[in-house]
């Protein structure tokens, strides 16, 4: 298996600009997460997927941020519009419903000019 | 509130030392406890677990980790690094009955000498 897939590997943007991160899940996981990596804060939970419907949210950080995961082998991450605040690395996980143990990928670093 | 924490940002040692990396943790309920490893540009691997029995945990690569209640803590160990262990380590704490919701530590960076 390939593994969970996110593109790009890198992002740089400028300051107003909407960001759109693509990560592909491993084939048969019921459950995807993406995370948020930041020196200050560590890596943060920012939204989980169960049959790519959206359970829990609380960790997105204001409505700038959006998720979406329109089927089971595609999910979107997107911020609208990026702020140098938002620079980081973004993770996504998935796992199958019978364990706990979530895969996660390489992540995308993004950096906010 | 649930937090852990990971007093060492950073740690060296040679290579054939042994190892042990800290962990705290602070959670209101039975802990379900992890050691992740993110090797450079990658992603975070799963090295071991813990949810209950044997307080002593084996996990992959050598590593091992021990979970001590009176103490909050779930120390990861190994007893001879090699070069390759060189990466940043994690520890997590989630419920026991929610497999989705994971509070990470900050992360420890293992440098490690020839």
């Known amino acids: 298996d390939a593994g969970v897939i996110q593109s790009p590997r890198h992002e740089v943007t400028e300051m107003g600009q909407e960001v759109t991160l693509r990560c592909k899940p491993i084939?048969?996981?019921?459950?995807l997460f993406w995370y948020r990596q930041t020196m200050m804060r560590g890596l943060e939970l920012l939204i989980y997927?169960?049959?790519?419907?959206?359970?829990?949210d609380s960790g997105m950080p204001e409505d700038r941020f959006s998720a979406k995961m329109p089927n089971a082998s595609f999910s979107t991450l997107k911020i609208q519009p990026s702020e140098p605040r938002d620079s980081a690395v973004y993770f996504c996980?998935?796992?199958?419903?019978?364990?706990?143990?979530?895969?996660f990928g390489p992540g995308t670093r993004l950096t906010v000019l | 509130a649930q937090s852990v924490t990971q007093p060492d940002i950073h740690i060296t040692v040679s290579e054939g030392a042994s190892l042990e990396l800290r962990c705290n943790y602070s959670y209101g309920a039975t802990p379900y406890l992890f050691w992740y490893v993110q090797s450079p540009g990658q992603g975070l691997q799963l090295l071991l677990k813990y949810f209950s029995g044997d307080t002593l945990v084996q996990g992959i690569k050598g590593f091992e980790a021990e979970f001590k209640r009176s103490q909050s803590s779930f120390n990861l160990r190994k007893p001879s690094v090699h070069w390759s262990d060189a990466a940043e380590y994690f520890c997590?704490?989630?419920?026991?009955?929610?497999?989705?919701?994971?509070?990470f530590g900050s992360g420890t960076k293992l440098n490690v000498k020839p």
């Open positions: 997927f169960n049959n790519n419907v959206p359970i829990d």
């Open positions: 996980a998935s796992r199958p419903r019978t364990t706990d143990t979530q895969y």
């Open positions: 084939s048969g996981h019921d459950y």
């Open positions: 997590a704490v989630g419920a026991a009955d929610n497999f989705n919701k994971f509070y």
